[in-house]
């Protein structure tokens, strides 16, 4: 008889022994839920490899720095999977020897089936190092975007924020973008926002019809949504109105209601 998908993965990791990284760390760590055991979830938080903590609880995200992102996106309601890109603890959780073990490549074929397994809507990447496992450049030019990428057996969209370790207290140093100081927690909580908002609109009917009418992003172009769709809709504001009326006709009023009417507002 052959096992569950979901255990059978789980087993297949628990006993890897793929990389380098195996003989120092104390268990590889699969992913986890929230709430634990769902099966299907909406979002998943992407970092780069278990602590500490996660070595010592076998459990992605419990440490120090997964406590600070969990209390980022407690109010999501929606089921939601941590992963890592390396499933192994680097020594001293030093990300360069997970790169000169090339652990990145070796736990790939993990990584896409845990994503597959979880089957998420949104992949979001968290800080430099997981980056690299998707894109070049630096996770500031990445961070608050949205692009829609195939991973996984499907297209996904992809969004990307700093690692929450970086935004610590005692450790939430200044970041400069262009004449902007911030600190690393004020712009995670906007990125978080954004994210927030991305699941409530993905699933709703004005999005849904925006995007028929407005879309026209190519194949790996990347965007800010909230932006992207306000310059849309200045642009072609006749047609912009159609469609939110046509959608409150179609689905009546409540928040998202509400949210198209602060959309019209903001064009006014
Ligand atoms: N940092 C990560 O990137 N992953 C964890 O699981 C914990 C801390």
Request: charged share 25%; proline share 6%; aromatic share 6%.
């Given at each position: 008889m052959s096992l569950p998908p979901d255990i059978a993965l789980r087993s297949r990791i628990l006993t890897c022994?793929?990389?380098?990284?195996r003989a120092t760390c104390k268990q590889p760590v699969p992913w986890r839920t929230s709430p634990p055991?769902?099966?299907?979830?909406?979002a998943v938080w992407l970092g780069e490899a278990p602590g500490a903590e996660e070595d010592k609880t076998?459990?992605?995200?419990?440490g120090p720095a997964g406590q600070y992102l969990s209390g980022l996106v407690c109010r999501i309601k929606d089921p939601m999977g941590f992963v890592n890109v390396v499933c192994c603890r680097p020594p001293s959780n030093d990300f360069k020897v997970a790169k000169k073990e090339k652990a990145q490549e070796r736990c790939r074929q993990n990584l896409e089936d845990q994503v597959a397994i979880l089957d998420p809507e949104v992949v979001v990447i968290l800080g430099g190092n997981a980056l690299s496992s998707f894109k070049k450049g630096a996770i500031g030019e990445w961070r608050g975007k949205l692009w829609r990428e195939k991973f996984a057996g499907k297209a996904r969209w992809f969004s990307a924020t700093f690692h929450p370790a970086s935004a610590l207290p005692g450790r939430n140093t200044k970041r400069r973008f262009g004449s902007t100081e911030k600190l690393t927690s004020e712009w995670m909580e906007q990125d978080v926002s954004m994210i927030v908002d991305v699941l409530d609109m993905l699933d709703g009917p004005l999005v849904n019809a925006a995007m028929k009418t407005f879309t026209k992003l190519e194949e790996g172009a990347s965007f800010r949504p909230l932006d992207w769709l306000l310059n849309e809709l200045k642009e072609n504001k006749e047609e912009a109105e159609k469609v939110v009326m046509r959608v409150l006709n179609e689905h009546g009023g409540g928040e998202r209601a509400e949210k198209a009417l602060c959309v019209l507002r903001m064009l006014e």
């Open positions: 022994n793929d990389c380098g990284l055991g769902s099966s299907k979830v909406r076998i459990k992605p995200f419990v």
